[in-house]
């Protein structure tokens, strides 16, 4: 009988692989930040100054704005280096996972070499337009 498995060294590691591995990656990391958002949240207070809404937007996505409303008397805490860079990089595996979930599905249905190839183009160009607008937003919130 012939074994079912193929060793790496046969099978190669090309851009589809890796992007499958991102893929896992970049879910597992998102599930990460919003533990630590969480958590860092009601380290810092929220249990007893928000709602549940309003932990669940800290959650997902750390700004400073999202605790304006709520009864949380100093916003310094929340507003610091730490958060800014979770804030980014949720927003680059967010928007990176999401299209290339989205290219995965295209590329089921199209046929032609050059038009994967264009989306392809198109879905990273439009993955780091979105993430520079989002870490924009972040980082000057």
Avoid: C
């Avoid at 589809?16 to 597992?28: G, I, N, P, Q, V």
């Avoid at 928000?50 to 507003?79: C, E, G, I, K, Q």
């Avoid at 032609?112 to 607008?133: A, E, F, G, N």
């Amino acid at each position: 009988m012939k074994p079912r498995t193929v060793s790496i060294s046969q099978r190669g590691f090309d851009f589809e692989t890796s992007m499958w591995l991102f893929t896992r990656l970049s879910a597992l990391l998102m599930y990460l930040f919003a533990l630590i958002g969480m958590v860092g949240a009601l380290i810092m207070g929220a249990r007893t100054q928000m709602n549940l809404a309003d932990v669940l937007r800290w959650t997902f996505m750390p700004n400073p704005s999202h605790v304006l409303n709520t009864n949380v008397p100093d916003l310094a805490p929340w507003s610091t280096v730490f958060w800014k860079v979770m804030g980014s990089l949720f927003v680059f595996f967010a928007t990176s996972h999401g299209l290339h979930g989205l290219l995965s599905v295209l590329e089921d249905y199209i046929s032609r070499v050059w038009l994967r190839k264009s989306l392809r183009i198109l879905v990273v160009l439009v993955t780091l337009l979105i993430s520079v607008i989002g870490i924009y937003m972040i980082l000057t919130s």
